[in-house]
């Protein structure tokens, strides 16, 4: 092959390469820019969906659903007050709740730390706050909360909030009793407890020793209730209106 046949070869294959980049561009051009999926209309195609948020971690209390739990406590219901012979109307959505106790009405934040503790707390504007912690349960899948000790039983295992305690029995019988860290709110921290069933009275009952007292819990069905609890608990209702009503007649 002669020499200039050789340049000649060689600026044919630099000038076709330079086409291909040019036609490159047009198409880039005319598809909006984009590259990977295809465009409808001369428009950018629509990016894939943000992913769904991952649900609330549960910790140590996983095997409980508290997100089952959370559900389970949307919506009215008329509750126990902070004290004996008081009652109260909730309004439940989502992580807030509307609370009226006959005089104030309040909009407080809902958290649900434990399968046995739901939290309220009231936010002021200068930054303070200031929170009630009540045990609850659920009976048959229905709320229950109020002045007194509760938890859940499931087969053998159990979780129980006793005093400022929260409790887990396992199926092997090993007993765990729980705090909530003081420099990490939110997790808890467990150390050995001593806990399980018991025959009581001829009944089987839930026991649980908190500085060398010993407390016990009626079983009704899959849930655990103290004696205060078992007698007068909240009642979930139609709508708030309907809570405020069943609040009146019960003062």
Not at 19 to 27: G, I, L
Not at 205 to 228: K, N, P, R, W, Y
Request: proline letters at 4%; one cysteine or more.
């Amino acid at each position: 092959m002669s020499r200039f046949a050789l340049i000649s070869l060689m600026s044919a294959s630099v000038l076709a390469a330079a086409c291909s980049k040019d036609d490159k561009k047009s198409e880039d051009k005319s598809s909006g820019g984009t590259s990977g999926k295809a465009s409808e209309g001369g428009k950018p195609a629509k990016a894939d969906p943000a992913p769904a948020p991952a649900p609330k971690a549960d910790g140590p209390f996983a095997a409980w659903d508290l997100e089952g739990r959370r559900k389970a406590m949307q919506g009215a219901h008329v509750t126990p007050g902070d004290s004996l012979g008081t009652w109260q109307a909730w309004d439940v959505q989502g992580d807030k709740v509307v609370v009226w106790d006959g005089t104030n009405e309040q909009t407080m934040e809902l958290s649900v730390p434990s399968p046995c503790e739901v939290k309220t707390t009231v936010r002021s504007s200068d930054g303070s706050s200031s929170g009630t912690t009540s045990h609850y349960t659920l009976k048959d899948g229905v709320f229950i909360t109020g002045l007194g000790d509760a938890g859940s039983r499931k087969g053998a295992e159990a979780v129980a909030c006793i005093s400022n305690k929260v409790f887990t029995l396992d199926a092997a019988g090993t007993c765990l009793e729980w705090d909530e860290s003081m420099f990490d709110k939110g997790k808890y921290e467990s150390a050995p407890g001593t806990c399980g069933w018991k025959t009581e009275g001829g009944e089987q009952v839930f026991a649980a020793t908190v500085h060398g007292h010993v407390t016990t819990l009626q079983i009704h069905g899959d849930a655990l209730l103290s004696e205060q609890l078992a007698r007068t608990h909240s009642e979930k209702v139609a709508d708030f209106a309907a809570a405020k009503a069943a609040r009146d007649a019960k003062k």
